[in-house]
């Protein structure tokens, strides 16, 4: 069975967002979909995302999609350099996924100190890419926190086809954003 993985962003939750409304969509076309909470929302480490997301998927296979929201995308790239080299997955969906943030983000929860291990931590795009060659990235043209110049990086470093949404902020539910076809499409294309 194909089965989607749905990794909410920081301080997020798998009851936000457009999320139910993804999971109902997918679930509607045969799909096994898990939205878990992930650890401590307002206070990410990366071990314990990634800890938490291998947990959930298991054991993966190419009937295996993953799709991270803000966050929840470093965590995707982060358990994918994790697995295996011969395991490969269905493919990858980025949405609103950051590399850095800009100055508007920080507040009282949001703070550089919490998102320092996130941005200084590296990346091993390459291992990443032995897992599948399907990556998505999904951005909007006036997200407030994340620049559009991280589309290209993912665009440049995995190869990822990019989709650009206009006005939706940083896609979320403050975004008033509730439904996101571009990437229950993106998914269906992946898993035919």
């Given at each position: 069975m194909k089965k989607v993985i749905l990794v909410h962003g920081w301080g997020g939750s798998p009851e936000n967002e457009w999320f139910p409304w993804l999971?109902?969509?997918?679930?509607?076309?045969?799909?096994?979909?898990?939205?878990?909470?992930?650890?401590?929302t307002f206070n990410p480490k990366i071990d314990k995302w990634v800890a938490k997301l291998n947990e959930i998927v298991g054991k993966p296979d190419k009937d295996t999609f993953l799709l991270g929201h803000s966050i929840g995308c470093q965590t995707?790239?982060?358990?994918?350099?994790?697995?295996?080299?011969?395991?490969?997955?269905?493919g990858v969906i980025f949405v609103?996924?950051?590399?850095?943030?800009?100055?508007?983000?920080?507040?009282?929860?949001?703070?550089?100190?919490?998102?320092k291990q996130w941005i200084e931590t590296p990346i091993d795009f390459e291992k990443i890419k032995k897992h599948t060659d399907k990556f998505v990235d999904i951005a909007s043209?006036?997200?407030?926190?994340?620049?559009?110049?991280?589309?290209?990086?993912?665009?440049?470093?995995?190869?990822?086809?990019?989709?650009?949404?206009?006005?939706?902020?940083?896609?979320?539910?403050?975004?008033?954003?509730?439904?996101?076809?571009?990437?229950?499409?993106?998914?269906?294309?992946?898993?035919?």
């Open positions: 999971k109902k969509q997918l679930e509607e076309k045969g799909f096994k979909v898990d939205a878990p909470e992930m650890p401590d995707v790239m982060r358990y994918l350099q994790s697995l295996e080299e011969e395991t490969k997955i269905g609103a996924g950051w590399f850095d943030l800009t100055d508007e983000t920080w507040d009282e929860d949001y703070t550089p100190e919490k998102a043209d006036d997200d407030p926190y994340v620049r559009l110049s991280d589309s290209e990086l993912f665009k440049e470093k995995l190869g990822a086809k990019i989709i650009i949404e206009h006005n939706k902020g940083h896609i979320c539910q403050e975004s008033g954003v509730m439904e996101l076809p571009s990437a229950l499409n993106e998914i269906l294309e992946m898993a035919k």
